[in-house]
């Protein structure tokens, strides 16, 4: 897995011409990934008063939670992202927009954020990295504060990803697309676990809520995860919710084939070919 030197370059050096819609195509577009995957799983959290985002990239996110929050702040490694951003979203006066070192958030003033959200990003950093983050996160989060990430749990999978690193090149990807062996591709971080997460939450005095461990791509192989958490006021008296869901895939086509940008058009099409014969 990369190293902060690494994630700079890849994503300094990215394609964005496509605003990061590309790595929505499975749901049939953002929007039908925002509104069927995404918002009923943080609609508990807001609207609210200030919203972190961690890693904006090109605001594919952004876009929809600046109308949830009173303030929004997004911090991201990249500078070319921020100034995108920064540009992108110039009309709107209570986002503000910070570079940071991919591990920092000495910007945030402390007990001042009520929701942190991080998707499609953070897949991409090894433990230490979101360590940093949840420990700084501890003392940002107001009282009552909750977050929503998503991150690699590829670490559950040492002895898969060893076994997949086996199978000659020439036969990985087709290995990977028939789902036989975890997406050594998929570029997760393999130090990262759904248990090592909820230690870091507990190290950083956070309250974890539920995680789902989720499959990407191909596979049942849940080498993703979906962690929320809090900075709970008092005792908690219940512990956190853990789902497998090697589904999550599943739902993407579904929502594609439903909610999608082009949703019904090729069954229309192909509807109109049976009655025309």
């Not at 920092?104 to 897949?123: A, H, K, Q």
């Not at 749990?153 to 290995?175: C, I, M």
């Not at 579904?254 to 949703?263: H, K």
Request: with cysteine; aromatic share 10%; glycine share 10%.
């Amino acid at each position: 897995m990369a190293d902060l030197e690494k994630n700079l370059s890849v994503w300094g050096s990215w394609d964005w011409s496509q605003e990061g819609e590309e790595w929505s195509a499975s749901w049939g577009g953002t929007t039908a990934l925002w509104y069927g995957t995404l918002l009923p799983r943080i609609g508990r959290f807001v609207p609210t008063g200030t919203i972190l985002e961690i890693a904006p990239g090109y605001g594919r996110w952004t876009q929809y939670l600046q109308g949830l929050c009173e303030r929004l702040v997004v911090v991201d490694l990249t500078e070319g992202c921020i100034d995108h951003c920064r540009k992108r979203f110039a009309d709107l006066g209570h986002v503000e927009y910070h570079v940071n070192d991919g591990r920092s958030l000495e910007m945030i003033e402390d007990g001042s954020i009520d929701f942190v959200f991080s998707f499609d990003s953070l897949v991409h950093v090894e433990l230490d990295i979101l360590d940093a983050y949840l420990a700084q996160l501890g003392a940002k989060l107001r009282p009552g504060g909750a977050g929503f990430i998503h991150h690699s749990n590829a670490g559950s999978y040492r002895l898969l990803n060893s076994a997949a690193r086996r199978v000659p090149a020439k036969l990985r990807r087709r290995f990977v697309d028939r789902g036989l062996v975890t997406d050594i591709f998929a570029w997760r971080a393999e130090s990262v676990t759904t248990r090592e997460v909820a230690d870091a939450c507990a190290r950083a005095g956070l309250t974890l809520f539920a995680q789902e461990a989720i499959n990407w791509e191909h596979g049942p192989f849940t080498i993703d995860a979906l962690s929320t958490f809090g900075r709970a006021e008092g005792p908690v008296g219940r512990r956190p919710v853990t789902v497998r869901n090697a589904r999550f895939r599943a739902e993407a086509q579904r929502y594609a084939r439903l909610y999608g940008a082009d949703a019904g058009v090729r069954d229309a099409s192909a509807n109109r070919r049976v009655e025309a014969g």
